[in-house]
């Protein structure tokens, strides 16, 4: 199944279904490069309540069906060799849980010289990013979401210190990137973007601040985006305002979900 969004940029989301479950994948072409965004599990077990693949977990994803699903978007999406095409691990799942499959699927595609990979992670097993050490066309990226350790413990389950996670992401010789979404109440105070400031200055990490994309009645974007935004000028900190796609079709970042098929 495919579900059609009408943004600024083409955004497409697959629907797989294998032994009555369901797993989505999104399409994105950004007019300088395509984007495969790849769920490496049916839903996930981390448990975010800010993210809607939290809502259900139904297992891993094994490195067949991964490739399976990006073969057909290659092929149906008539994506030439020649144009940068980007498989990004940021789907449904947490590829660390997952990460000898994840590699599988990294191996296999290493071979085209137009394809290149970012795995997004939440910091549960980070030792594990060790595996993608050192590969010049894998960018880590790190779903931050709070700098303050125990309220950020709160909002992702089972990950780790904080100080633990930009140890081990500091000795790696990726490019390295946060992300950080804004929602009410939550992570969003002049407190959060001081704190926020003061750790991505002293690793001089990328930043994104990324849209937050609505799941449910209960958390919504921040109303104080802008005033969070000149605490971080104020600050001296570099960071980019990144706008996702296929949120009108479900598709965007925190959106994708599995569901058993009764």
């Keep these: 199944m495919i579900l059609n969004s009408n943004g600024k940029f083409l955004a497409k989301k697959y629907i797989f279904e294998k032994e009555n479950k369901t797993v989505e994948f999104t399409y ?7 984007i495969i965004c790849i769920s490496c599990m049916f839903g996930c077990p981390v448990g975010c309540n800010f993210c809607a693949s939290g809502n259900s977990y139904n297992g891993n994803l094994n490195s067949e069906d991964m490739i399976f699903a990006i073969k057909e978007i290659i092929t149906n999406e008539k ?31 290493n071979k085209f010289t137009n394809i290149y990979f970012s795995i997004s992670v939440s910091g549960i097993e980070i030792e594990r990013i060790s595996l993608f050490d050192n590969r010049e066309n894998i960018k880590v990226q790190l779903s931050l979401h709070n700098p303050d350790n125990l309220e950020r413990k709160k909002m992702i389950p089972g990950t780790e210190d904080l100080v633990k996670i930009f140890r081990v992401l500091s000795k790696l010789r990726n490019e390295i990137e946060i992300n950080y979404i804004l929602i009410d109440g939550i992570n969003d105070s002049e ?23 609505q799941i449910n009645d209960s958390l919504r974007e921040s109303s104080k985006k802008e005033a ?23 598709g965007a970042c925190g959106q994708l979900v599995s569901q058993l098929i009764k």
């Design 28 to 34: 994105v072409n950004r007019l300088e490069k395509h």
């Design 79 to 109: 994506i030439p060799s020649n144009e940068r095409l980007l498989l990004s691990f940021m789907g449904s799942g947490e590829p660390l849980l997952n990460v000898e499959q994840v590699k599988k699927v990294i191996d296999f595609f």
């Design 191 to 213: 407190s959060h973007a001081e704190k926020l400031a003061a750790l991505i200055n002293t690793f001089k990490f990328n930043l994104k601040i990324n849209e937050y994309h």
């Design 228 to 250: 969070f935004l000149r605490t971080l000028d104020k600050n001296k900190l570099n960071y980019e305002l990144y706008s996702t796609n296929g949120v009108d079709v479900k």
